[in-house]
């Protein structure tokens, strides 16, 4: 942690937000990405609420997990 920084109540860190992120960008799914990066999903939209970032990032994630699953299924039909 920085200097200056304090530790977030809701046990959000950069490492957790990150791999929120990439867990949401494979799975699509915001309980999954939760589970997988220890991060509760009541404090991933609560973040996502007030950073606009993360939300941008979340919005990313979940439409190229959309894209990529949908080119699975549609391989597998």
């Not at 809701?10 to 867990?23: H, K, L, Q, V």
């Not at 939209?45 to 894209?67: I, K, S, V």
């Amino acid at each position: 942690m920085a200097a200056g920084q304090r530790a977030r109540r809701d046990g959000s860190t950069a490492e957790r937000r990150r791999g929120y992120i990439e867990a949401l960008r494979v799975s699509g799914c915001v309980a999954d990405a939760c589970r997988e990066a220890g991060l509760s999903a009541t404090s991933a939209y609560r973040l996502r609420a007030r950073d606009a970032g993360f939300a941008e990032q979340w919005e990313t994630a979940q439409r190229e997990a959309r894209t990529s699953l949908g080119l699975v299924a549609w391989r597998r039909a």
